[in-house]
């Protein structure tokens, strides 16, 4: 459960329940609702596993960081001469 507020919802995705920010009724309700639905829990669950699997992981993260810093490398070297 997380607001939908700023990056937020980018980051969440399907992974979750988004409340509006600032809305404690919303968030209660949101809570209930897990708390009454095992079925709800275990999905959530599961995708929260997988998109943290498929986007947050250090070793993918680190190789898009090299394969960009290579990209930038590449982009500086060819650029044209401002002297």
Not at 5 to 33: K, M, N, T, Y
Not at 62 to 78: D, F, I, Q, S
């Amino acid at each position: 459960i997380a607001a939908a507020s700023g990056g937020v919802p980018d980051v969440l995705g399907d992974a979750g329940i988004l409340v509006p920010a600032r809305h404690p009724s919303a968030l209660a309700d949101a809570l209930a609702r897990l708390l009454d639905d095992a079925a709800l829990r275990a999905t959530l669950g599961a995708a929260a596993r997988r998109r943290a699997e498929a986007h947050f992981d250090a070793r993918r993260q680190t190789a898009r960081l090299v394969a960009l810093m290579h990209e930038a490398r590449e982009t500086w070297a060819t650029r044209p001469s401002t002297a």
